[in-house]
């Protein structure tokens, strides 16, 4: 890599993109807080139940098993998408749904009908939203701010003491926030508006599980977590990212409309 790579600008088209995502990302979690509470008298309560299972049962147990199984395996699962894709999603399945109804059981026993699940679906899809395209859409502006202003360079980089193959790879990594098509940026938006609504139906699903002790929703919402995630590990491979968006938006709005017409039947033993 030569002294006079250079680090190109990022568009303004791009940096509104990033900015889209994170209002999205961030905003469409706490609006729908706010919207749930007041329109259904749902607990702030479950959404923080929503939010903390997630943390728990995703980004800790779950990642821990990764840790194990994918150690263990060495390139068996991760050097074939289809294993690997079939792996995650099944693991994303029972790990969250798992925790999913377990913390209905345990935390809301006490005050669980379907206002309180859909509370907690907008709490467990919303700190996803947050954590994982939220905060890396901060993390993108920051850099994309400081490339535009002249501060962060390559120069800079090399001067940093990187070795060669390192600095390409930070030099490359920075200059696709400038390469990558506009367009693209908003997708983490629209992808976090599809797995809002996918995560509070399966919330709904695993509350007839535990309100109605009807397992079979229980076992419906690993089936379908797995699908969604297996199914967009796979379609990525082969497909367009609008190809693949577009996949996971129809197979969330299918479930949310779904979902919500099952909402608004009415259920005996829900609790009022």
Not at 93 to 100: D, K, L, P, Q, Y
Not at 197 to 221: G, T
Request: proline share 3%; with cysteine.
């Amino acid at each position: 890599m030569s002294g006079n790579t250079v680090i190109p600008n990022v568009p303004m088209g791009n940096i509104i993109g990033i900015i889209v995502s994170f209002i999205i990302s961030v905003g469409l979690p706490i609006a729908l807080c706010i919207i749930v509470r007041r329109k259904t008298k749902a607990r702030i309560s479950s959404f923080f139940i929503g939010a903390a299972t997630f943390f728990v049962f995703a980004l800790i147990l779950e990642q821990i098993m990764h840790i194990v199984v994918l150690g263990a395996t060495g390139t068996t699962l991760t050097g074939n998408i289809w294993l690997y894709a079939l792996y995650g999603g099944l693991a994303a399945g029972i790990f969250e749904e798992t925790g999913r109804y377990l913390a209905m059981k345990l935390c809301m026993k006490k005050n669980l009908n379907k206002q309180n699940a859909i509370m907690y679906g907008v709490g467990h899809g919303g700190i996803e939203a947050i954590l994982l395209v939220g905060l890396s859409c901060i993390s993108n502006l920051v850099v994309a701010i400081t490339i535009n202003s002249g501060v962060l360079t390559a120069d800079l980089l090399k001067k940093s003491g990187l070795d060669g193959s390192t600095y390409q790879l930070a030099v490359s990594q920075l200059a696709e926030l400038g390469t990558t098509p506009a367009w693209q940026f908003y997708m983490g938006g629209v992808e976090r508006i599809a797995a809002i609504i996918f995560h509070i139906s399966l919330s709904y699903l695993v509350y007839l599980a535990v309100k109605e002790k009807k397992m079979p929703f229980y076992l419906l919402a690993i089936l379908l977590h797995f699908l969604i995630d297996a199914l967009a590990v796979i379609s990525a491979a082969y497909l367009s990212i609008l190809a693949v968006e577009l996949i996971m938006i129809l197979f969330s709005g299918t479930l949310g409309f779904v979902a919500w017409k099952m909402y608004h039947k009415p259920v005996p033993t829900d609790a009022k």
